[in-house]
């Protein structure tokens, strides 16, 4: 996948969410890692199948959408990596009555 990697916007158990930039186009998306060495065929198979639904979900406005994707694979067939380039989204955050400030934060599937 050929984009330059900017920062993390976030990461937790198997994943990671990077901005990243496409150097053609130069804009940025959000990309995110999941490690799949690890995971059963069921947590396979929802990966797969959040891929297939936003790729039914293109060019609908309210839906982030989907650039690209790859799966790698390892030994035996195995799934190793899998990589979802998305639009990154800025939000703002207003949390009304909880103490909570006003934040900025970039926005990703996942």
């Known amino acids: 996948m050929p984009y330059e990697r900017v920062g993390v ?3 937790g158990g198997s994943s990671k969410v990077y901005s990243v930039l ?17 995971a059963d065929s069921e947590t396979y198979q929802s990966y797969t199948n959040e891929i297939d639904l936003l790729k039914r979900l293109r060019g609908h406005d309210r839906i982030i959408q989907l650039i690209d994707h790859q799966i ?14 998305s639009q990154a989204i800025e939000k703002k955050l207003t949390c009304i009555g909880h103490g909570m400030r006003r934040d900025r934060f970039r926005d990703h599937l996942g």
Not at 22 to 38: E, F, G, M, S
């Open 9 to 11: 916007l976030g990461k």
């Open 22 to 38: 496409c150097p053609t186009k130069r804009i940025v998306y959000a990309l995110k890692r999941v490690a799949l060495d690890r």
């Open 72 to 85: 790698t694979f390892g030994q035996g067939n195995r799934p190793r990596m899998l990589m979802m380039v």
